[in-house]
């Protein structure tokens, strides 16, 4: 399986003109989330997963226009940056004005995701590992071994902190360089994951990568 995880555009909130813990994005995340999409319409994403929150849907639907066959995008709260008071419904009107094609896990953040840390490496494991391990059904090579993987390509737009947990859940970090992990916006963060000798195996293949964003739209700070 290839996996993407990808942080939201700017948001407003990012740039002090909002206070909402659910803010839109800016006019220049606008942009970069074009620019993420333009980059990744050769990819044929079999998943794309975001957050509920308003930010990373604009972002993945950015990504999804550029996609052949308007891809379905599943809205999956667990994949939030922390616990809110709001939910999928809050936001699902103005979801549905982005995007048509969207579904919805059904998970409530302030009832069954659990603390923060907990509800992501759960949602890593649903989404990610379970299907990239259980149905490595494709056989290959690496390093002159033979490989099974499973070929889908899995996109995940999620949020700075949230990220942070994931990568170091993914890659193995030390939980205490998580506050170091940096994660500029619509920055792209990579990893192959497959069978070895039936044992689960990672590649982290790109990290922090905003190679598709040109000198004017790259945010000087990280959160």
Not at 26 to 44: F, H, M, N, V
Not at 84 to 108: C, I, M, P
Not at 136 to 143: I, R, Y
Request: proline fraction near 4%; hydrophobic fraction near 35%; glycine fraction near 6%.
């Amino acid at each position: 399986m290839e996996l993407y995880i990808v942080r939201h555009g700017e948001s407003l909130s990012n740039i002090g003109e909002s206070n909402d813990s659910d803010s839109k994005l800016s006019p220049k995340g606008e942009r970069q989330a074009e620019c993420l999409g333009q980059y990744l319409k050769d990819i044929k994403f079999d998943r794309i997963y975001t957050s509920h929150l308003c930010r990373a849907a604009q972002t993945a639907v950015a990504v999804a226009k550029y996609q052949r066959g308007n891809p379905e995008i599943i809205v999956a709260p667990e994949f939030s940056e922390t616990n809110t008071s709001k939910d999928y419904e809050v936001n699902a009107e103005f979801l549905g004005q982005l995007y048509g094609n969207l579904s919805y896990t059904r998970a409530s953040i302030g009832n069954d995701c659990g603390d923060d840390v907990e509800r992501l490496e759960a949602a890593i494991d649903k989404y990610v590992n379970t299907p990239a391990y259980s149905n490595a059904a494709v056989t290959g090579e690496w390093c002159g071994r033979p490989k099974k993987y499973n070929p889908q390509k899995i996109l995940i737009v999620s949020h700075g902190g949230a990220i942070a947990v994931m990568l170091r859940y993914i890659a193995n970090f030390n939980p205490d360089t998580n506050l170091d992990v940096v994660q500029h916006n619509t920055c792209i963060n990579k990893f192959e994951l497959f069978l070895l000798d039936g044992m689960a195996h990672r590649r982290f293949l790109r990290y922090n990568d905003v190679t598709h964003l040109p000198d004017g739209l790259r945010l000087e700070t990280q959160f």
